[in-house]
């Protein structure tokens, strides 16, 4: 079995330490961190909800997946892009209020943050006012991240973006969003600046607003 399906098999069966074995011998081997990250542990998180949706596993089994898959990018996160120090900027990144997915958006500001942004990461399930609060105690902030895993929390999303706007925060910062159930067409129809459908992508997006 080769190392990438060893691993891609410890994150489904949630093994955390195996998986965290696993990829330090992978990178010893000299395999590419993105292809750990993507062949590996995304693929493995995408089966994990295909059985989640045929009721062959139930949220505990998610969640230890989710743990041990968070055990894994912990390893590689020092291989997944060199930092280029602060200068592009802040970028302040959350998932939105009622969402408590958080592995995709740890693995946006790590990439984000590897383009030479200073990240802050205020966390899952945040509320227009704790983000409002949030962008104003750090005028330096010039990019905002909105992440959604879930359709019932889409319009939560759109409720971030207006309370931005309303705030007139606009003018200070461009949002960015995504997230599996995101798509171009809602971000144009919420008004945001930019969306992302990966975490590479995330970080090309935010290198190109730093420029606009
Ligand atoms: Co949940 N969950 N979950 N879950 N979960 C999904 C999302 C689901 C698709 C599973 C399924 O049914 N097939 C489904 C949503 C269905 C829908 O809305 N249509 C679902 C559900 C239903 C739920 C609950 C409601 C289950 C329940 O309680 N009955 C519940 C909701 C909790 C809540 O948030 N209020 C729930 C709970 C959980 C756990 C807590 C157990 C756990 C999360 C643990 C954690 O994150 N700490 C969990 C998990 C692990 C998943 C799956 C299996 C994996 C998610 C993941 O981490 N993927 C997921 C199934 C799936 O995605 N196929 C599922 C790997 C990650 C790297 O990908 O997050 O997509 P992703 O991020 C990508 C891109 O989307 C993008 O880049 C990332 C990296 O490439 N991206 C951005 C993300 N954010 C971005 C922001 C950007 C740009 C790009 O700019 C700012």
Redesign the pocket.
Known sequence: MSKILEISNAVEAGKKKVVVQLVKEALEEGLSPMDIL?EG??KA??N???K??LNEIY??E??V???A??AGVEVLKPHLGENKGASLGKFI?C?VE????????N??AMMVESTGYEVLDIG??VSAEKLIAAIKENPDCNLV?????????MPAMKKLVAAIKEAGLDQQVKI???????TQEFADSIGAD?????????AA?AKELAAR
């Open positions: 993507n542990m995304i998180m995408g994990v909800g295909e989640f949706k949220v505990p998610m969640l997946a989710a743990r898959m968070k990144i998932s009622g969402d408590l997915h958080d592995i995709g958006k693995l946006v899952v399930d991240g909105l992440s959604s895993l879930l359709t019932t929390t960015m969003v995504g997230g599996a159930p995101i930019a969306f992302a459908a990966d975490a590479a992508s995330a997006k």
